[in-house]
């Protein structure tokens, strides 16, 4: 009853019901679940009862006693078993066979003696389920259950054997039941399980057996799903199967379950089931159903005969629930979405369990009384709710099962309730609510949330039918949590009207108010015309707000709706004039929405909406349902989308004030668009002037046969060159002499680069075979990444590939200046990673709109301007669409999609769709006309006419006179005409070679090429059958050649064979013919040394040119150049482009209004949402989603299509001089090949610059490891000196000297005393109150004192003394220490003073004395913090012996803080006792900062830990790299060592440092929540303390490496380099210095240790021989104790360790270091300081006497000093 009760009357009975054949109450009593008992009174009024033995032996061996106890208010009652029976041994029991599966027959047997009496034996696992309970002490035949998979699958079963008196004996038998090999196949498994279900039928237990199987395989099933890891797992088709085929056999046991035990294992068995709803196919929920609804009838049967306090019903019950609850679910789950799909077996399904809730719901009535508690089950499909109560206590109460969002009923009075009137009876109260509509939707309501239920039934079971009631019953029915939509901002300053849209007549109109100010508002809806105070359809007045929790909300029924659907107008009107104020919000957020109410017709098994209406507190998140009848009720719902009307524009607008923020923002885009276009404009300007093909300097002015040579730089960091860089091409006719690719007035090979280059040569190449590039690393950025390079034949129309992707760099890639690239071929192009570089590059400067705004190609049509424009446009348009579906609610019943923390739903999914649908069509549209538009082109340009005759030119004679043009000019350029054609013809050289130049005159040059070109005549056939016999190679040099004059006759015409064949050979010597003709005749016969040379040449011209067979009107090579150059373009007409920019505007101006219209519309909080929504979108799309995009289409196609596309960049317009013979072509300076930009660079060149630049990289590497090392060091010492305070000594010394005052003169316990109360308490306490004697230090808690004392008789005695002494006491030792508790006087009893505290217990830390380490822990007493108590105090202590002979140290510990200098000081006085009873003295001081610092410095410390930390990682991973490259030789290095000391030291201090913040906020927590109390500090100053030694460790550490990084100076240099060479002597002269200093420290202990103190340890010894080296030493005490022998031991060792082994360690020293010098030579680091100081005094301006001329990489002349030799792999082959 409780000890608060109050006075209760107790009566004791005797119980004489029986216990197995008693009956239930008579139906007459209208209550079931009831029983009769058979009680007799005892006692009375007494809580006491007595039994004399004659009434135990009267009564049998089992008395059961029954106790009540009656209060006014309660009751309460109880059994007591009083048994004289025996207890039962506990039986053993054992598994056959000890190891199997699911499907394995165990047996189970137990040896019990039942001599005492009958016993129930009962198998149970330790789960609490029960295989079996009967009087056999075996069990024959059982299937078990999986064994615990983390216990190597051993299952546990425990035996429990009960007498009649109830008394129980428990043992245990355990058994393997894996998986097993049966197990492996699903076949197997199906057929195996198939094989035993009928078997288990059949059987002679019944269904006891097949309950058994059945839970033995559902663990199966049920592990199978859980378990992933065991490698084992049962496909989920076999697993449906399984599940079927057991339930169809469950459904199939309808005999047997007359008791409650059996009724339970079927009901458990269902729940174990069905547990995996998922796996449930339509069949097996046919089947389990039907198990279900036998199992509930069997329940509600034997529940009738079951006692009341059975809980084996109750158990049963929560089973059938939660298998109804799993197969409900997979019901709900796999219905159909069309309602005419579902079939009739899957509703009849849904209306069997239905029933089965009503027998459940009637089994948790029995026994129940009325006005008790409820009784409520819940699963995640349906919750409900049973509870007996009387009519009249029913109204205004709330009923309600409990889970969230389940239905809420509150029903009205009785009086109201005609078939309850005047009824006494109790009734039952059963509910249901399912938070999905179970029932098919066969009407054109789409009912959507929680729908619920109520029935009310006599206790009988009787249904009281409820209709047509006078008073509605509310029903509150809860929609799902989900974000809803955002309302619809109106502002009251401006009269607006919101567009509400009814879409159905019969619904009802809800119209929430989220926000609004506090006044009177009117709100007025008008049908198709905006309402005011006088003309209005409905309207309605809120008074100002009284709850601010409650959202205002008018519901207008149908009726309130008289136009029924269309589309009304809603204003809010203020009843009051407004008077705007700063910050005051005058807005209002609406949402409105419609709903039904209706309920479940069982008759016509359909949705109805009679005699039920929408209530007053619906909302979005709830339907509040008035109904005057009781079944199933359920709800539809609709969300209205956002609208905006247009007519409003001006009213909106006016709210900028009060809304900015989408305002602003369009007007800040539309400001940074202008901004954009201006620069894009600028970058088209540059773009447009690198969008040329330059004419090179260095062609030939002869040369009519183009090239057109495109190179691409890549796109990698630093891939732009500012060298000079060259190209050779090798073809199958010959190759091209190096040409230098430049353009004089825009800078080229830039990053991402496309340079165009026209290459000309007076022949053509015939099929490229490979390309040479190099440059003369010249510039300040010499390096270069050439991707790939075009060579396009613009004659032949013909292409070649090189795919280069290599550095040009002597320090990058394979450190190379001059590289030779073969020609690609088809599967090179076709490779996965050119092919992917390629598209996802082009992605990116055309696919990725963004992002090509600033990659774009410079030959792109498509310009940025343009690109700008269409970004604007398209983020325009995706603000528009974004904003128009922003907070459209979902519908509330449809399921959410949920991946891991990312919810959403397939309508957001649709909206997604939508907007795309919306936004891409007309954006792809301006995007595809820009590309595909081509540019307009002038009338006035005609590149189609060209002039076929010769050119008429009447050249100024300026010419002439400057020099420009000489006969030996025009001869030189015969001769380079005669050289190039036998190298392109592969003609073998003259008889006569080419030795002498002076020699040789133009007619002998001519006639060379008559040989040449005329094979047939008798001198060509001589020509050339000489020359095959020699069959010399054609070395032929400008100028060289010397030929005999010959006869000029007319030939007939030129071979017609060889090279010949092709006219472009022909072509080009014509046209070559035609320059020198035409030089010729500008010169005159004036300049020639014979008269008839000029005429005779003039005539042998003429022959040339009529033997070639080209007509003077073919076109020439250039003339096809510009044809294959300027192809008609591809694309849309150039009007195209203005169509483009109307779109661009329409679709922005468009967007931008209405997106504007919306902000103003929504509000400033839904706008402020909206818009960071936006902003994320839009990172995401352009830095994830776009370039995924790109990255994913290029791997596409790289790996599937593997197409190769052409590249078809545009080219820019030729010269005009390319498109027909250049007049003053004759006139231009001729190339001089013999400059160094034609070389390649040298061997020895490159790697002179090689080795300038690794010593440049070294030596600027060497400058940011010095600063960098400088900036850590700084911050390490800024951290370190930040961790002391200099007070600190200060503050140590004054409290010092205040309590150690006559404490070194204590030689005994008394002593200890006396100073304790005059030095100790007069400096404690002082005024004011609180503080020490000072006046500036507070003492923090209390001053204690504490002892250790060792154990009685904790030493043996000798065997002699023990006669006359009575124990020893050792010296202190952790194992003599004394740990007890006693009491005072140190006597049995136990006091505070007297009790043993341990280091954990106060916190403490070990202190290291003078004679040895005390523990942290002993018996303490606080000193109190006044002056009275701590006196009284040290009295008891004194008189009560606190202190005796068994103690060995005193400790005297207190903390002081002075805020001053923002200290704590842990001040530890140590009084020591040795076993002689020696006392030694000790004070320890410590000083911490455990505050932060209170002025500025505090910032500046934590910074520079900060920083210190970044450096450290940066060592970190400059180390991991170097330890990853040096592998195990990087612990060979000493420096690398001491970095790794210095990282792992760092480290170690920055885990003490957190260790110590920790220790530290716990002592001052405990110093905060225990103020009086002595506090300990102690661990926290040890981590202190162990912080400042290893900060002290680290600053010497990085000192030390200060020396590393002098060893540039060559001094230091030296002296490291003297110590390495004579490391070896010094190693073995340290081994002798430290043998003889351990030889004379041994000696010295042993002979004067024993009276002399600085001998009486062996450190002592061995310090005092160091001293003894270094001049510090006391000769006084050793000769005054020994004169003799301490004489002869100082002498000797002064002898042997100064004298000789010291001053020869120095000569070695000084040996090595005069070798050194001699031979020392300057290292490597030494060269780079050179080089460093040579930079620094260049820079600077002063002239370097080191530094040598052409050493320089920025001179090219010194890359190459001879003609350059063609590689072997590019040599044409004959």
């Keep these: 009853m409780g000890e608060d009760s109050p006075v209760a009357m107790f009566s004791w009975y005797l119980d004489n019901t029986p216990t197995e054949q008693a009956e239930p109450l008579l139906d007459a009593c209208r209550l079931r679940g009831f029983w009769p008992r058979s009680l007799t009174l005892l006692q009375s009024n007494t809580s006491t009862l007595l039994l004399n033995s004659s009434f135990l032996q009267s009564r049998g061996e089992v008395i059961r006693i029954r106790a009540t106890a009656l209060t006014r208010h309660a009751y309460g009652e109880d059994t007591y078993v009083i048994s004289t029976v025996p207890p039962r041994e506990v039986p053993a029991c054992t598994i056959a066979p000890e190891e199997g599966t699911v499907l394995t027959s165990f047996a189970i047997f137990c040896n019990a003696s039942t001599a005492l009496g009958p016993l129930e034996f009962c198998f149970c696992l330790e789960s609490g389920s029960c295989l079996h309970c009967g009087p056999e002490p075996a069990l024959p035949s059982v299937y078990l259950p999986l064994g615990e998979e983390n216990n190597d699958f051993v299952l546990t079963v ?113 729940r174990e089931v069905t547990c995996r709803s998922k796996e449930l196919t339509p069949s097996a929920q046919w089947e389990a159903s039907l198990a279900l609804q036998h199992a509930s009838e069997a329940l509600l049967t034997v529940s009738a005969k079951a006692r009341p306090e059975d809980q084996r019903r109750q158990a049963a019950t929560r089973d059938l629930f939660q298998a109804v609850g799993s197969v409900l679910e997979a019901s709900l789950s796999n219905r159909p979405e069309e309602p005419a799909e579902a079939s009739s077996s899957q509703i009849a399904t849904v209306l069997r369990l239905l029933r089965v809730m009503e027998h459940v719901q009637t089994t948790l009535l029995l026994g129940k009384l009325p006005g008790g508690l409820p009784a409520m089950l819940a699963t995640p499909s349906i919750s409900v709710y049973t509870n007996r109560i009387q009519p009249w206590s029913w109204q205004g109460s709330s009923l309600r099962p409990d889970a969230a969002d389940s239905a809420t009923f509150m029903l009205p009075a009785a009086s109201s309730l005609s078939s309850l009137e005047g009824g006494q009876e109790p009734v039952d109260i059963k509910i249901m609510s399912f938070p999905k509509s179970p029932f098919p939707a066969r009407s054109h309501f789409d009912v959507s949330g929680t729908v619920g239920g109520l029935r009310v039934t006599s206790p009988s079971g009787q249904l009281i039918p409820v209709k047509n009631l006078s008073e509605n019953i509310e029903i509150l029915l809860p929609r799902h949590s989900q974000r809803h939509s955002q309302p619809t901002v109106l502002n009251l300053t401006s009269p607006e ?53 409650e959202l205002p909300t008018w519901i207008l029924s149908p009726q309130d709706l008289r136009f029924g659907e269309g589309v009304y107008y809603l204003t809010v009107v203020p009843e009051s004039d407004l008077e705007p104020a700063p910050g005051r919000d005058l807005t209002v957020g609406i949402t409105t929405f419609l709903s039904h109410c209706v309920f479940w017709d069982e008759v016509q098994e359909t949705w109805d909406d009679s005699g039920c209406q929408v209530g007053p507190r619906t909302s979005p998140y709830q339907t509040h349902c008035l109904c005057n009848h009781l079944t199933f009720f359920g709800s539809t719902f609709l969300v209205m989308s956002n609208a905006i009307n247009i007519h409003q524009t001006a009213e909106l607008f006016a709210t900028f004030e009060d809304n900015p923020v989408v305002v602003t923002t369009v007007g800040c885009l539309c400001v940074v668009y202008v901004l954009v276009v201006i620069w894009a404009r600028r970058k088209d300007a540059q773009d447009q002037a690198k969008v040329k093909v330059t004419v090179l300097e260095d062609n030939d002015p002869f040369a009519q046969y183009h090239y057109l040579v495109t190179v691409y730089t890549g796109h990698r960091r630093g891939a732009a060159t500012s060298s000079k860089v060259t190209v050779t091409l090798y073809g199958l006719d010959g190759e091209r002499e190096p040409h230098h690719l430049a353009d004089p007035d825009t800078p080229v090979f830039e990053r991402g ?103 774009r190609c410079a030959r792109s049509s498509f310009t940025r301007v343009q690109r700008v424009s269409c970004c604007f446009s398209l983020l325009l348009c995706t603000m528009l669409t974004s904003i128009m579906f922003w907070g459209v609610p979902k519908d509330p019943a449809e399921q959410k999609m949920d991946l891991g923390k990312i919810e959403f739903t397939w309508q957001e999914v649709m909206i997604g769709l939508e907007s795309s649908i919306l936004m891409f069509p007309i954006n792809l549209l301006i995007v595809q006309i820009f590309q595909n538009t081509r540019p307009r082109v002038a009338k006035e340009q005609n590149t189609g006419k060209w002039d076929r ?211 103003l519309h929504y509000g400033r909080a839904s706008s402020l949402r909206w818009l960071i929504s936006m902003a994320v979108s839009f990172v995401e799309s352009m830095f994830v989603t776009q370039p995924l995009k790109v990255l994913g289409f290029a791997a596409f196609f790289a790996l599937v299509l593997k197409r190769v596309d052409d590249e078809e960049d545009t080219v820019a317009p030729l010269p005009g001089h390319l498109l027909g013979p250049d007049p003053y072509a004759l006139f231009r300076a001729r190339r001089n090949s013999s ?161 043993y505290q341990s280091q954990d217990q106060r916190q403490g830390y070990p202190i290291w004395g003078k004679l040895t380490v005390y523990r942290g822990g002993g018996y303490v007493v606080p000193l109190g913090t006044d002056r009275q108590s701590t006196s009284r105090i040290l009295r008891y202590l004194f008189d009560n012996t606190w202190l005796d002979a068994l103690t060995r140290a005193v400790f005297v510990e207190s903390t002081v803080y002075n805020a001053n200098v923002n200290l704590f000081c842990i001040v530890t006085l140590t009084l020591e006792t040795s076993a002689l009873g020696t006392f030694f003295t000790h004070a320890a001081l410590q000083s911490l900062r455990l505050y932060p610092f209170t002025d500025g410095w505090h910032p500046f410390v934590v910074a520079a830990e900060l920083i210190y930390f970044l450096f450290l990682l940066y060592y970190m991973v400059v180390q991991g790299k170097r330890m990853s490259k040096e592998t195990w030789g990087y612990f060979c290095s000493k420096w690398n060592l001491l970095e790794l000391a210095i990282i792992l030291a760092s480290w170690s201090a920055l885990a003490v440092f957190v260790k110590r913040a920790v220790l530290a906020e716990r002592d001052l927590q405990r110093c905060r929540n225990h103020r009086e109390e002595g506090i300990s500090f102690s661990e926290t100053a040890a981590a202190d303390a162990a912080l400042g030694y290893i900060i002290a460790f680290l600053v010497l550490l990085s000192t030390v490496k200060l020396w590393h990084l002098l060893r540039l100076n060559p001094k230091m240099n030296m002296i490291t380099a003297a110590l390495r060479r004579a490391w070896g002597d010094i190693s073995g002269f340290m081994i002798v210095i430290l043998t003889m200093l351990l030889a004379y420290s041994i000696a010295s202990n042993l002979i004067f240790g024993w009276k002399l103190r600085s001998y009486k340890t062996l450190f002592d010894a061995a310090e005092t021989m160091v001293s003894l080296q270094l001049g510090i030493f006391n000769y006084e005490e050793v000769l005054d104790y020994s004169p003799v022998l301490g004489s002869f031991l100082i002498g000797s060792c002064i002898v042997f360790m100064t004298f000789v082994v010291l001053n020869l360690f120095i000569s070695v020293i000084l040996v090595a270091f005069s070798e050194e010098q001699k031979y020392y030579q300057l290292s490597e680091e030494g060269e780079i300081v050179d080089l460093l100081l040579m930079k620094i005094l260049s820079f600077l301006g002063i002239k370097s006497k080191r530094e040598e001329p052409g050493s320089s990489r920025e001179q090219p002349g010194s890359l ?9 792999q590019a040599l044409p082959k004959d």
């Design 497 to 549: 009207a919101l567009w509400v849209n009814v879409t159905s007549g019969e619904a009802t109109l809800g119209i929430q108010l989220h926000w609004r100010p506090d006044i009177a508002l009117t709100l007025s809806l008008g049908y198709g015309y905006h309402p005011n105070k006088s003309s209005y359809d409905a309207q309605t007045h809120l008074v100002p707000m009284v709850a601010p929790d």
């Design 1760 to 1768: 190459s000093q001879t003609r350059h030799s063609r590689p072997a």
């Design 753 to 855: 680069a496309v340079d165009a280059f026209l290459l000309s040569t007076l022949f053509p190449l015939g099929e490229l075979r490979s390309l040479r590039l190099w440059h003369d690393n010249s510039g300040d950025r010499p390096s270069w990444y050439v991707s790939r390079v075009l060579v396009y034949d613009l004659v032949m129309d013909r292409k070649w590939y090189f795919l280069c992707n290599s550095w040009l760099s002597i320090n990058v890639g394979d450190c190379v200046l001059d590289k030779v690239f073969p020609v690609a071929t088809e599967q090179d192009r076709k490779q996965f990673s050119h092919l992917f570089f390629m598209k996802t590059s082009a992605g990116f400067q055309d696919g990725h709109i963004w992002y090509s705004i600033f990659s």
């Design 1235 to 1395: 400059r160094d930009v034609y070389q390649p660079p040298l061997t020895a060149a490159i790697e002179k610059m090689k080795t300038t630049h690794l010593k440049e990289q070294k030596a600027f590497a060497l400058i940011r490891e010095i600063l960098a090392y400088l900036g850590f060091l700084w911050m390490l010492l800024l951290v370190a000196y930040g961790q002391r305070d200099p007070s600190a000594y200060h503050l140590n010394r004054h409290l010092q000297h205040s309590f150690t005052r006559g404490f070194s003169g204590v030689l005994g316990f008394r002593e200890f005393f006396k100073w304790a109360n005059t030095t100790l308490v007069s400096n404690l306490y002082g005024h004011p109150p609180g503080f020490i004697t000072d006046g500036n230090s507070k003492l923090v808690g209390s001053a204690q004192i504490r002892q250790v004392r060792v154990q009685e008789s904790s030493c043996p005695l000798a065997q002699q003394p023990q006669a006359y002494l009575n124990g020893c006491r050792a010296p202190y030792s952790l194992d003599a220490e004394d740990m007890a508790d006693y009491g005072e006087g140190w006597n049995a009893t136990t006091l505070s003073e007297w009790q």
């Design 158 to 270: 425990v035996i429990s054997a009960t007498n009649r008196a109830g008394d129980t004996q428990q043992t245990q038998a355990m058994a393997k039941v894996a998986l097993g090999d049966t197990c492996v196949e699903d076949v197997a498994f199906q057929a195996a399980v198939s094989e035993k279900i009928p078997t288990a039928l059949q059987g002679e237990g019944g269904p006891e057996q097949l309950l058994q199987l059945a839970k033995a395989v559902s663990s199966m099933l049920n592990q199978e799903h859980e378990s992933q890891g065991s490698g084992q797992s049962l496909s989920i088709d076999v697993r449906q199967k399984v599940r079927e085929h057991v339930l169809g056999s469950l459904s199939a046991v309808t005999t047997g379950l007359e008791d409650v035990q059996r009724v339970q294992e079927l009901a458990e068995v269902l």
């Design 949 to 1159: 005759g010769s050119p008429n030119l009447t050249p100024s004679p300026q010419p002439m006179e400057d020099g420009l043009l000489t006969p030996e000019a025009v001869t030189k350029d015969v001769s380079r005409i005669v050289s190039s054609l036998f190298k392109a013809l592969k003609v073998p050289s003259p008889a006569l070679g080419w030795d002498s130049v002076n020699l040789m005159d133009i007619n002998s040059l001519l006639a060379l090429v008559e040989d040449v070109i005329y094979p047939q005549n008798t001198s060509g056939q001589v020509f050339w059958e000489e020359a095959k016999k020699r069959e010399d190679p054609v070395t032929l040099t400008l100028g060289s050649s010397e030929m005999k004059e010959k006869s000029q006759c007319p030939k007939p015409k030129a071979a017609r064979s060889g090279p010949w064949k092709d006219s472009a050979y022909r072509q080009c010597l014509y046209l070559q013919l035609e320059h020198v003709e035409q030089e010729l005749r500008l010169v005159g016969p004036r300049g020639f040394s014979q008269p008839h040379s000029h005429a005779q040449a003039l005539r042998q011209l003429q022959t040339l040119k009529g033997g070639l067979g080209v007509q003077p009107g073919t076109w020439a090579p250039a003339h096809a150049s510009a044809l294959q150059v300027s192809k008609p373009p591809q694309g849309l007409p150039w009007w195209c482009i203005l169509v483009g920019w109307l779109l661009v505007a329409a679709t922005s101006g468009v967007a931008a209004f209405f997106t504007m219209l919306y902000g």
